[in-house]
């Protein structure tokens, strides 16, 4: 586990010059891999690589990178762990290949070596990001895992491709200008994240999970796109499709086997190693196998509130006390919250409003007190239904999708009419909106309840209910409307129920642009690596072959989960409504983060950076002091959005829309 970064500049470079900028580009990510640095260039070809070393597996200068080829064709700089490397070591080994090591990097030189680099990547099992630079045809590979665990950013600037673990390596080169993409500040409003492949800055990318891209030295024709190697929607396609047709004990004696060998492949560490335990269904199940498969305790981590509200430790003590594992908790008070925030923007390089940041981060720096390697329950909501809105959002649809869209519109805009009696139309779209309009005065349930009712389809529904500010373009000053990545860009082939294609969205959104971002910045933070089984590939491969009823049984998500679970703790200890891993912010917002968010949203400090419209922004703050209803997410987003502006170490260009090519304001160091 470690941090890359790079740069590939077609036409050659000085290698002082160049081995100076790539320290710069490496020293800045040094919290990824602090135990080693290597940097490697060839000047005439105009690549650079860089390398962080968090050392996991082959502790000795045999697995320093940028490594080498046996065969001196390929160069790579490695972020990741590929699991099934033991495998395939052996196999290559039958194939002649010599090794000098113990890394996984040197079996995934071999493996280019051998087979080539998409039938070596399609054999990996793992989480991964990398930069191969084939010395032969002097061709730069960047290459991103399926599910999107290891992120791996890029950009042109000037003349020269730029790319790293994080957006801060980028921002070390020199040739580095960061201009803020207004859209990209608007779709971050709308999810609380910069969906995939966008980022806060205009021309630089996310590579997408599962798919690789190939830079040579000639750009006469169009710009290099990102290839799939591996694709989730053919996943879910071929799944729903082709569904299992087995007996509820036959899936889930087979999806116990399964999961039970992923957790097995990632315990593999030559350091100390636990995991995250929070108490519920995905990470009790995660470390019973653990348990079930290790001759020691497990060594396990949570974190609590003293809000009982938000408070999951003492199911997690219960849980630990059972299995018998090596537990330790620490409560998080709003000091705690305090004194993480300021750490937030350098932490994300660009806004990210995911709540659970504050207690995740807090979490990995307990959890790498103690261990290097931590296993990770995340993933089981997306994969098995587990989302309160799998189920509320395809109710919904299912009781005004049949409605006409024409008509539909109609109905929003009379509910819009002052005449209209709006309360006794909202109480007519039944308890199901109503949970989804959640504690809001009379005119936000109408006005969402009537773009409910507008939506043009399932998926669009499920979008507008996972969104926070629904009108983002009306605050941010030069954004457009233009609506944000569909996945894929292309229906399905297959059409699923409602349930599964809003799990699909999630799969590829969600969750590698929110859960994993949050997952991977958290623990790489502080130096702790974490895994994931239930991304291990095979399993995500199952889960969709499964129909739902193994998932959403009795208005109840991830079924074959609890059933799995059923084996190994008792179902009193874990039968609770789903909580999630978030702060009270809430009423923390109203209490002890009040002053801090205040200075923030101040309306003359809105208003000076020029970015958002302040009048919507003190809006919806007022109302939320107010208490008549809460808007803590779409404030919180704001609050990071604010945060990360004035918090930039380096000075950063935005536009404001109407001069010729926008008035530039610099934004140096604290605004």
């Known amino acids: 586990m470690c941090g890359i970064a790079g740069y590939f500049e077609p036409g050659g470079f000085r290698e002082e010059m160049a081995l100076d900028i790539l320290a710069a580009m490496t020293a800045v990510i040094r919290h990824r891999g602090p135990d080693d640095s290597g940097l490697w260039c060839d000047p005439e070809a105009g690549i650079g690589l860089g390398h962080q070393r968090l050392s996991i597996l082959d502790l000795s200068p045999l697995g320093q990178q940028p490594m080498k080829s046996a065969c001196g064709r390929y160069v790579v700089s490695f972020n990741g762990e ?29 493996a280019v070596s051998q087979w080539g680099l998409r039938a070596a990547v399609e054999r990996f099992n793992g989480m991964f990001a990398f930069a191969l630079w084939d ?23 000037d003349r020269a491709l730029l790319f790293g673990s994080e957006l801060k ?44 891209l190939t830079v040579t030295g000639d750009r006469s024709g169009p710009p290099a796109a990102p290839v799939a190697y591996w694709s989730a929607r053919e996943v879910a396609e071929r799944g729903t499709r082709a569904p299992l047709n087995c007996t509820d004990g036959e899936a889930i004696a087979q999806f116990d086997s399964l999961l039970r060998d992923a ?21 009790s199940t995660i470390v019973a196998l653990m348990q079930a498969q290790s001759t020691r305790p497990v060594k396990t981590f949570t974190i609590g509130f003293r809000e009982g509200s938000h408070d999951e430790a003492r ?37 990210f409003a995911d709540v659970s940041q504050i207690p995740t981060f807090l979490l990995s720096e307990l959890t790498r007190r103690h261990v290097t390697v931590s296993l990770s329950g995340d993933a089981g909501d997306e994969l098995f239904g587990g989302y309160p809105f799998h189920r509320i959002g395809p109710a919904i649809w299912r009781a005004i999708g049949w409605i006409p869209r024409g008509v539909r519109r109609g ?19 039944g308890p199901v909106a109503r949970r989804v309009t959640g504690k809001r005065n009379l005119r936000e349930r109408v006005r969402q309840a009537a773009e409910i009712l507008a939506v043009p389809s399932g998926a669009a529904l499920h979008r507008y209910l996972m969104s926070y500010w629904k009108a983002p373009a009306a605050v941010v000053l030069g954004a457009d409307n233009s609506p944000g990545p569909t996945p894929n860009g292309k229906p399905w082939v297959v059409r699923p129920d409602h349930e599964h294609e809003a799990m699909y969205l999630d799969l590829v959104g969600y969750l590698p642009d929110d859960i994993l971002v949050k997952v991977d910045r958290a623990s790489m933070g502080v130096s702790l690596e974490a895994r994931i089984p239930l991304l291990d590939h095979r399993v995500i491969e199952f889960a969709w072959q ?126």
């Open 546 to 671: 499964l129909p739902l009823r193994f998932k959403i049984r009795n208005r109840t998500g991830k079924w074959i989960l609890r059933q799995v679970l059923d084996r190994y703790v008792p179902r009193a200890l874990v039968d609770r409504p789903k909580q999630g891993f978030g702060m009270p912010v809430a009423a923390w917002l109203r209490g002890p983060l009040r002053d801090w968010a205040d200075a923030l949203l101040d309306e003359r400090r809105l208003r000076g950076a020029g970015v958002l419209d302040p009048r919507p922004v003190r809006r919806k703050w007022t109302e939320h002091l107010s208490g008549q209803t809460s808007w803590d997410y779409d404030v919180w987003c704001v609050l990071m959005f604010q945060a990360w502006f004035e918090a930039n170490q380096r000075s950063t260009e935005w536009r404001p829309p109407g001069s010729p090519r926008g008035r530039v304001v610099t934004v140096a160091r604290g605004g």
């Open 169 to 212: 390596a980028l921002r070390a080169h020199p040739a580095f200008r960061p201009v803020i993409d207004p859209n990209a500040v608007a779709l971050f409003l709308q999810h609380g994240y910069v969906p995939t492949p966008y980022t806060i800055y205009r021309g630089v990318y996310k590579l997408p999970p599962g798919t690789s």
């Open 82 to 110: 590929i699991y099934n490397f033991g495998a395939l070591r052996h196999e290559l080994a039958t194939l002649g290949h010599r090794f000098v090591g113990r890394s996984d990097t040197e079996v995934l030189l071999a």
């Open 135 to 157: 010395r032969e045809r002097r061709t730069m590979h960047l290459v991103r895992d399926r599910a999107g665990e290891k992120p791996l950013y890029y950009g042109w600037m």
């Open 411 to 429: 109905l929003a805009a009379g509910l819009m009419l002052p005449s209209v009696h709006q309360g006794a139309l909202v109480r007519g779209l």
């Open 263 to 283: 957790v097995k492949l990632r315990m593999e560490a030559d350091v100390p190693l636990g995991a995250f335990l929070s108490g519920g269904i995905d990470s």
């Open 315 to 351: 199911y997690a003590s219960a849980v630990a006390h059972h299995l018998g594992t090596e537990h330790t908790e620490l409560y998080v008070t709003p000091a705690d919250a305090l004194a993480v925030i300021p750490r937030l923007p350098t932490l994300y390089d660009e806004p």
